[in-house]
């Protein structure tokens, strides 16, 4: 039998080739802090497509300049960062991988000189700022960055979006019982809290009709956080508002010891796919074939998503085919006597 991992999946009419996606990693390789595309990103993304990766996932990259993680984070907030994101996905088009994008905004995780931004006005720790409480205003003008972010990644050729909805930035710091500690309609109840992600969602399917794909932080490690119950209620959220795949990472939202191991989060993305309906992604210390064709197979997720692994190894889905004994395509160029 035909390994599942490297079979094809649609979503919302795009064909990804396999199911192995490069986690989205930040690189922090902007010059100058304008937040452009360099060779670096060019080399880094292409060659993870060469490598036979189904998706690459571009790192978390600024909707708004104040919602930068640092000064050297790529960025999407105007016109000018379109040509070069553009290069970045005629590159990974050209080895048959399709392409996405993860949109983010970093709010009281910022580690800028500029003021910072949260639902509330609460400091993560002595290294970051104290933010300013979002007004309305501010709320609306950041949901309309997502938006106009969404059109420039339809014009950049982006096949799928993903919204960073995880790791404590600024939309798990409005899901978030810990941070979010608004007393408007932002904050409050579970629906409440949900409600800035629900409006970043519509505002996206304004403009874009392609698959949105949401990373949640499936545990908080803390017993006053969003337990499992919540995040599963916030999927079938997303479900009924029709976004693709939830992508289910976990913690970041309070500093926490956790100690991962292999598949730490993959029961978090069998639990959101079994009782919210939502296709999931596994991430997680997925470190090789055999583990990854497990996760598929059992239909615990429907992608994985690989992140160190493809850091040390661009051609990870190639080791992962050896280890299942089967054969998959590589570059024509690389093909004994191709020409
Ligand atoms: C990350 N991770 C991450 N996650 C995310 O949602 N957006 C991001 O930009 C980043 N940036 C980032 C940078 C670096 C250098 C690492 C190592 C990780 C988390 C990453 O996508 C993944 O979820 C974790 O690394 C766990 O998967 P692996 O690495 O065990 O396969």
Known sequence: MEPKLFSPITFNQVTLKNRIVMSPMCMYSCYEQDGIVTPFHITHYESRAVGQVGLVMLEATAVQPNGRISYEDLGIWSDGHIAGLKSVTERIH???????????????????????VAPSALQLN???????A???DHIAETIRSFQLAAERAQKANFDIIEIHGAHGYL???????????????YGGSR???YRFLKE???????????????????SEYHEEGNQLEDIIYFANQLHDQGIDLI??????VVRVKINP??????????????QAGTKTGAVGLITNGMQAEEIIQNNRADLVFIGRELLKNPYWPKQAADELQTNITSPKQYQAGWR
């Open 126 to 132: 002595e290294r970051f700022q104290t933010p300013h």
């Open 191 to 193: 629906d409440n809290r």
């Open 261 to 274: 191991y292999p598949g730490y989060q993959v029961t978090f993305a069998e639990a959101i796919k079994q």
């Open 171 to 185: 939309i798990n710091q409005f899901l978030s019982p810990l941070t979010n500690k608004r007393d408007d309609e």
């Open 247 to 252: 992508d289910c990472s976990s913690g970041g």
């Open 134 to 136: 979002m007004t309305k």
């Open 94 to 116: 050209a080895h048959g991988a399709k392409s996405a994008i993860q949109l983010a905004h970093a709010g009281r995780k910022a580690e800028l000189d500029d003021p910072i």
């Open 200 to 218: 970043i969602v519509d505002a996206i399917q304004e403009v874009w009709d392609g698959p949105i794909f949401v990373r949640l932080s499936t």
